[in-house]
């Protein structure tokens, strides 16, 4: 029986990335699924995430940029400010993290928006069920949310972490189980830990970082946007994160060009960025539109 090393799997993911942008077909021994491409017309679309019943708009508010000082930094009531008027705007989706210490801002926030129109995220960063099972039942009693829409499993960085991880898998799978979580995932921090991610048969939701120019991110765009694919082909939701390398596209001309590259994808369902002013959101709006036209 022939191996393929790692790199020779990663190499070849990344052709198979380049034949279904092409529209051809995936040549890794697995069965052609057909899968719509996502095509946004505005960052305000509604969409539902992969195989879960979760809906959010395509672009949502991110909370931990540099580790969710910059949003810590505009105090709870410019936040829930911004929050509102991102959803006066069109916006459903806030993504949030035990790590970012923004759950009382996200709390605040919610009791001025109807809960029942938006898709709050966020995560844990538990290395046992124990440590899992309670970071759930603290996350539902610090955002006052019954019943989170998705946890994920923090900032993995490891190869085989979903053997790692097991325990925190299983528990949070019993929290889907008995309804005080909808879905589970995983963000990654590495190209090794997003492979793995990609063929954990448990998760529901990716949240991977991609833009155009490869900044911040787990590898090569081209890697990065061939485990993204083949998430989509199993039916996951795919979220992105670090569309303006968190701020390090300084130019509108920078941005649009990231933005282009994201949704040309046709895989990525919706995304965050870190905003901190609501032009910086309206400016967002904009160029999404202009990227999809």
Same mark, same amino acid.
């Given at each position: 029986?022939?191996?393929?090393?790692?790199?020779?799997?990663?190499?070849?993911?990344?052709?198979?990335?380049?034949?279904?942008?092409?529209?051809?077909?995936?040549?890794?021994?697995?069965?052609?699924?057909?899968?719509?491409?996502?095509?946004?017309?505005?960052?305000?679309?509604?969409?539902?995430?992969?195989?879960?019943?979760?809906?959010?708009?395509?672009?949502?508010?991110?909370?931990?940029?540099?580790?969710?000082?910059?949003?810590?930094?505009?105090?709870?009531?410019?936040?829930?400010?911004?929050?509102?008027?991102?959803?006066?705007?069109?916006?459903?989706?806030?993504?949030?993290?035990?790590?970012?210490?923004?759950?009382?801002?996200?709390?605040? !926030?919610?009791? =001025?928006?109807? $809960?029942? +129109? /938006?898709? &709050?995220? @966020?995560?844990?960063?538990?290395?046992?069920?124990?440590? %899992?099972? !309670?970071?759930? =039942?603290?996350? $539902?009693? +610090? /955002?006052? &949310?019954? @019943?989170?829409?998705?946890?994920?499993?923090?900032?993995? %960085?490891?190869?085989?972490?979903?053997?790692?991880?097991?325990?925190?898998?299983?528990?949070?799978?019993?929290?889907?189980?008995?309804?005080?979580?909808?879905?589970?995932?995983?963000?990654?921090?590495?190209?090794?830990?997003?492979?793995?991610?990609?063929?954990?048969?448990?998760?529901?939701?990716?949240?991977?970082?991609?833009?155009?120019?490869?900044?911040?991110?787990?590898?090569?765009?081209?890697?990065?946007?061939?485990?993204?694919?083949?998430?989509?082909?199993?039916?996951?939701?795919?979220?992105?994160?670090?569309?303006?390398?968190?701020?390090?596209?300084?130019?509108?001309?920078?941005?649009?060009?990231?933005?282009?590259?994201?949704?040309?994808?046709?895989?990525?369902?919706?995304?965050?960025?870190?905003?901190?002013?609501?032009?910086?959101?309206?400016?967002?709006?904009?160029?999404?539109?202009?990227?999809?036209?």
């Amino acid at each position: 029986m022939s191996t393929i090393t790692r790199r020779e799997f990663l190499a070849s993911t990344s052709l198979a990335a380049g034949a279904v942008a092409l529209g051809g077909r995936f040549a890794m021994g697995e069965p052609a699924v057909a899968v719509a491409p996502i095509k946004p017309t505005s960052g305000t679309d509604v969409v539902t995430l992969g195989r879960t019943d979760i809906k959010t708009s395509v672009l949502g508010i991110g909370t931990g940029t540099r580790g969710g000082s910059e949003q810590r930094a505009m105090g709870e009531e410019a936040f829930v400010k911004l929050a509102r008027e991102a959803f006066d705007r069109g916006i459903r989706y806030i993504d949030t993290a035990d790590m970012y210490r923004m759950h009382p801002f996200v709390k605040t !926030a919610l009791k =001025e928006l109807p $809960r029942e +129109e /938006l898709f &709050i995220q @966020t995560k844990t960063r538990a290395k046992d069920a124990e440590k %899992t099972k !309670a970071d759930v =039942e603290r996350f $539902r009693q +610090e /955002l006052s &949310i019954e @019943t989170l829409d998705t946890v994920l499993i923090h900032c993995m %960085t490891k190869d085989q972490w979903p053997g790692d991880m097991r325990p925190v898998i299983d528990a949070l799978l019993e929290a889907k189980q008995k309804g005080r979580v909808r879905a589970i995932g995983v963000s990654c921090h590495t190209l090794d830990a997003l492979v793995d991610a990609a063929d954990c048969p448990e998760m529901d939701v990716h949240l991977v970082r991609i833009n155009h120019a490869g900044d911040k991110m787990d590898g090569p765009p081209a890697d990065v946007a061939a485990q993204i694919a083949r998430m989509q082909k199993k039916g996951r939701g795919v979220l992105g994160m670090k569309i303006y390398g968190e701020g390090s596209f300084k130019t509108r001309e920078e941005r649009l060009k990231s933005l282009k590259y994201v949704l040309g994808l046709g895989a990525v369902q919706a995304f965050t960025i870190g905003f901190s002013k609501i032009e910086h959101i309206d400016e967002t709006l904009e160029l999404i539109k202009e990227a999809t036209a």
